[in-house]
């Protein structure tokens, strides 16, 4: 399996720890009560776990495994979703969503997740109807009260079931479970959609989604498995890598290569952020001083 570009080797399975096994089983208790299920399927460690689960809980018949792509994913985002699902022998199905035709979407305002979120969760409801699914459910897990996330109120209000959340399982539990499971996943960054590199109020086209893309791709392509590349006004791509690892980017000649590159993407000034990498940086700005 990949993993920023590299193979990764894959421990086998082992019993997770009793308290971690314990919120597991309670996971599986809330997809169990259901006779089938469309699982919201990015790919990602939380929705990994999440559609494992489900595939314990059900018959395999009885899981379908969805992912939507369209000009927000990066361009590793399908290609993991579908070796995970191969991986587990699920079911699952790649649709092309169109993300800037949502109303309100490009103009990027801050509960632009939430936008988007209730515009997808609708497709998926739609499509879990028309397949005779039984309940839709998403690898959401249990957050800090202070993180901002606005997508989360949209899944309430699609009736969408999050169990990770319910059980109570956090990031690290998330990544130790998919760890016990053996799961090629465990390890994977966090690749939120593209659309959160756009400083709120600044207009997201898709040419600028694949600059920022491009640019990703290209930086995990000279070693830096976590990257954000913000784009902002005036043509100013502002590079995030850990703080550990920015001495490497900005020594030449690799500083000089990465200018070249995003310059040629388009790019006018390429910048690094000093700070290093902060997820959900965007948010910084905003009244409720919260990350999402």
């Not at 369209?70 to 169109?98: C, R, Y």
């Not at 993300?99 to 988007?116: E, M, Q, S, T, V």
């Not at 479970?177 to 939120?192: F, I, W």
């Not at 930086?219 to 902002?232: A, D, E, I, M, T």
Request: charged share 25%; glycine share 10%.
């Amino acid at each position: 399996m990949r993993s920023g570009g590299r193979h990764t080797t894959v421990d086998p399975p082992q019993s997770p720890p009793s308290d971690l096994a314990q919120k597991l089983r309670a996971a599986e208790a809330c997809l169990i009560r259901f006779p089938s299920l469309l699982v919201a399927f990015s790919g990602g460690v939380d929705s990994s776990l999440l559609l494992a689960l489900a595939l314990r809980a059900l018959r395999r018949d009885r899981v379908l495994a969805v992912t939507a792509t369209g000009v927000v994913a990066s361009a590793d985002d399908v290609g993991w979703a579908t070796a995970v699902a191969a991986e587990l022998g699920a079911a699952h199905l790649v649709i092309d969503f169109p993300y800037l035709d949502i109303p309100g979407f490009a103009d990027n305002p801050p509960d632009r997740c939430y936008l988007c979120r209730r515009r997808l969760y609708e497709e998926f409801q739609a499509l879990r109807v028309q397949r005779g699914l039984a309940a839709l459910v998403d690898g959401a897990i249990a957050v800090d009260a202070d993180d901002y996330r606005p997508g989360l109120r949209a899944t309430a209000e699609a009736g969408v079931l999050s169990p990770l959340a319910a059980a109570g399982l956090n990031k690290e539990e998330v990544r130790a479970a998919c760890r016990a499971l053996g799961l090629s996943v465990s390890e994977r960054p966090a690749s939120p959609c593209l659309a959160s590199r756009f400083p709120y109020g600044e207009g997201i086209t898709a040419e600028a989604l694949h600059m920022v893309g491009e640019a990703e791709a290209y930086l995990r392509g000279c070693g830096f498995s976590v990257v954000r590349v913000r784009h902002h006004q005036g043509g100013v791509a502002r590079i995030e890598v850990p703080r550990e690892e920015i001495p490497r980017l900005v020594a030449e000649p690799l500083c000089g290569e990465v200018t070249k590159a995003l310059r040629a993407l388009g790019y006018l000034h390429v910048a690094v952020d000093m700070r290093g990498f902060r997820s959900g940086s965007l948010n910084e700005g905003l009244d409720t001083g919260r990350r999402a």
